[in-house]
């Protein structure tokens, strides 16, 4: 098919092409069903002659959307770059589409075959996530052509994503630690996390904290006005009536919940009446910072798994990349635990926390451990790259301003 030919077709027709092929029910999975039935009845050799058009279905799909995904990257949709690479719609549906990892996927498809765009394309078993995370360095190397510079792209933003979540896991382990060993040595209830400074503002820090911090916290807790402090860090009267526990962050969210629907219940409200005040209850008990930051945490539960799931089988997944799956099902795993703990804390949501917190960090960690080592090194070549490229670029300027010189000079 021609680029004029791939032009004058619809996308839309072309991915619904596709998806009869790959689709759930469709022929890839009745040819799987059809082979599954026969290698079970002993007649498999019957249907040999079928076995490729196995391949050839998935083959083919992935090419029809690939010619789709040339048409939408020529009109600007986002998502082009995404099907070209060999994912579905439902593979990144609700994820988020990073504008600078696909503004030059998507010019790389649009170029009409001018520029390569067969590094955009799905590796085995990579995961749209890890797509993501890949593009930039390799786009870097790209248009850069010096593979270290795409390295170290792509290695600093494998960091960074690692020193924004290994550290909290880390924090999550040896704070959950020491909440345990006060729960059982003194008996002190356990404290939701993420709930650290609600107790700076109500002049209840945890004793780690320096005291100066802690004063100047407290002092701005009794400035704050009540109701807007109560709605931010929760509500210690709903704690105390419903929960009961002396402070919102020691509170057990589904019990206050449950026992205000039961109450509403009791005072003859209907089912969807009680849910409607257990759930409020529980909101104004947790308040507004406790809430987003288990609403964060059930989004990542939610993507992480949904990349796990992306991998396939897991004995494959973990075939390929025994580290790396590791820490994508500890990280899911650590999430649920962290989740479980800011709704209800006690020493089981806290100790599974704890542990998972653990082995997530210490497990991606050692994954990356070639990355953090490497990394110095990297940067000091790109930099040394960008300096020889400075140097070549003054010496041309040099060189164009002599012979511009010498046209403007009559004696020369």
Same mark, same amino acid.
């Given at each position: 098919?021609s680029d004029?030919s791939?032009?004058?077709a +619809?996308p839309s027709?072309?991915e619904?092409l596709?998806?009869?092929?790959d689709?759930?029910?469709r022929?890839?999975d009745?040819?799987?069903?059809?082979f599954?039935?026969?290698s079970?009845?002993?007649v498999?050799?019957?249907?040999? /002659?079928?076995?490729?058009?196995?391949?050839?279905t998935g083959?083919?799909?992935?090419?029809?959307r690939?010619?789709? #995904?040339?048409l939408?990257?020529?009109k600007?949709?986002p998502?082009a770059?995404?099907?070209y690479a060999g994912f579905k719609?439902?593979?990144?549906?609700g994820?988020?589409?990073?504008?600078?990892a696909m503004?030059?996927a998507?010019?790389a498809i649009a170029?009409?075959?001018?520029?390569d765009?067969?590094?955009?394309k799905?590796?085995?078993?990579?995961t749209?996530?890890?797509?993501?995370?890949?593009?930039?360095?390799?786009?870097?190397a790209?248009v850069?052509g010096? &593979? +270290?510079i795409? &390295?170290?792209v792509?290695?600093?933003?494998?960091?960074?994503a690692?020193?924004?979540?290994?550290?909290?896991?880390?924090? =999550?382990a040896?704070?959950g630690?020491l909440?345990?060993i006060?729960r059982f040595?003194?008996g002190?209830?356990?404290?939701?996390p993420?709930?650290?400074l609600?107790q700076?503002?109500?002049?209840?820090p945890?004793?780690?904290l320096?005291?100066r911090?802690?004063?100047l916290?407290a002092?701005i807790?009794?400035?704050?006005?009540p109701?807007?402090?109560?709605?931010?860090t929760?509500?210690d009267?709903?704690?105390q009536?419903?929960g009961?526990r002396?402070y919102a962050?020691?509170a057990n969210?589904?019990k206050?919940?449950?026992?205000?629907?039961?109450?509403?219940?009791?005072?003859g409200?209907?089912?969807?009446g009680?849910?409607r005040s257990?759930?409020g209850?529980a909101?104004r008990?947790?308040?507004?910072?406790r809430?987003a930051?288990i609403?964060g945490s059930?989004?990542a539960v939610?993507?992480g798994?949904?990349?796990?799931?992306q &991998?396939?089988?897991p004995a494959?997944?973990?075939?390929?990349?025994?580290l790396?799956y590791?820490?994508k =099902?500890s990280?899911?795993?650590?999430?649920?635990?962290l989740? #479980?703990?800011? /709704?209800a804390?006690n020493p /089981?949501?806290i100790?599974?926390a704890? /542990?998972?917190?653990a082995v997530y960090?210490?497990v991606t960690?050692w994954q +990356?451990?070639?990355?953090?080592?490497?990394?110095?090194?990297?940067?000091?070549?790109?930099?040394?790259w960008a300096?020889k490229?400075v140097?070549?670029?003054?010496?041309k300027?040099?060189?164009g301003?002599?012979k511009?010189g010498?046209a403007?000079n009559?004696?020369?």
């Amino acid at each position: 098919m021609s680029d004029s030919s791939k032009r004058m077709a +619809n996308p839309s027709d072309l991915e619904h092409l596709a998806k009869l092929l790959d689709g759930r029910g469709r022929l890839g999975d009745k040819l799987d069903e059809a082979f599954t039935r026969a290698s079970r009845l002993g007649v498999e050799d019957k249907l040999s /002659v079928l076995k490729p058009l196995r391949s050839w279905t998935g083959d083919t799909a992935v090419d029809l959307r690939r010619r789709g #995904a040339i048409l939408r990257a020529e009109k600007g949709d986002p998502q082009a770059a995404a099907l070209y690479a060999g994912f579905k719609p439902e593979d990144f549906k609700g994820l988020a589409l990073p504008p600078d990892a696909m503004l030059i996927a998507n010019a790389a498809i649009a170029s009409g075959g001018k520029f390569d765009a067969a590094w955009l394309k799905r590796e085995p078993g990579e995961t749209y996530q890890d797509w993501l995370q890949r593009i930039p360095g390799d786009a870097a190397a790209k248009v850069s052509g010096d &593979e +270290n510079i795409g &390295e170290m792209v792509g290695d600093y933003i494998e960091l960074t994503a690692l020193a924004s979540t290994v550290p909290g896991a880390f924090k =999550v382990a040896a704070l959950g630690t020491l909440s345990l060993i006060k729960r059982f040595k003194h008996g002190d209830f356990m404290k939701a996390p993420g709930t650290t400074l609600a107790q700076i503002l109500k002049g209840r820090p945890p004793s780690l904290l320096p005291a100066r911090i802690a004063r100047l916290g407290a002092q701005i807790g009794r400035s704050t006005p009540p109701v807007v402090l109560n709605v931010l860090t929760g509500s210690d009267r709903l704690a105390q009536l419903h929960g009961g526990r002396l402070y919102a962050w020691e509170a057990n969210l589904l019990k206050v919940g449950n026992n205000v629907r039961s109450a509403s219940r009791a005072a003859g409200a209907s089912r969807l009446g009680a849910l409607r005040s257990g759930a409020g209850a529980a909101l104004r008990t947790g308040g507004w910072w406790r809430a987003a930051g288990i609403g964060g945490s059930i989004v990542a539960v939610g993507v992480g798994a949904f990349d796990v799931w992306q &991998e396939g089988h897991p004995a494959d997944a973990f075939r390929r990349d025994k580290l790396g799956y590791v820490s994508k =099902v500890s990280g899911v795993a650590f999430n649920t635990s962290l989740t #479980a703990a800011m /709704v209800a804390p006690n020493p /089981v949501t806290i100790g599974a926390a704890v /542990v998972t917190g653990a082995v997530y960090g210490g497990v991606t960690l050692w994954q +990356n451990r070639d990355k953090i080592r490497e990394f110095p090194g990297k940067v000091a070549d790109a930099g040394a790259w960008a300096g020889k490229k400075v140097a070549e670029g003054a010496a041309k300027l040099a060189d164009g301003a002599k012979k511009l010189g010498s046209a403007l000079n009559p004696f020369d």
